[in-house]
């Protein structure tokens, strides 16, 4: 992202908006990186890894904006 990684737009919303931090779902093809894997669970987020499918992208969300 020219902006910022996603873990950068992560860390800026969840200092702005804390709450928000539970909602992230992220997606990724590298989600077999042990450094990925390591901050997604760290930080509680969805991942969902490329190629994924529509209803894959459905069902993180789904959960991400349940608890």
């Known amino acids: 992202m020219p902006q910022g990684s996603g873990r950068d737009i992560y860390r800026a919303a969840a200092l702005k908006e804390p709450r928000l931090a539970s909602r992230f779902v992220f997606t990724t093809g590298d989600g077999m990186s042990e450094e990925t894997l390591r901050f997604v669970r760290e930080t509680g987020s969805q991942m969902v890894a490329k190629p ?5 992208i459905e069902a993180a969300i789904a959960r991400a904006t349940r608890g």
């Open 52 to 56: 994924c499918t529509l209803g894959e």
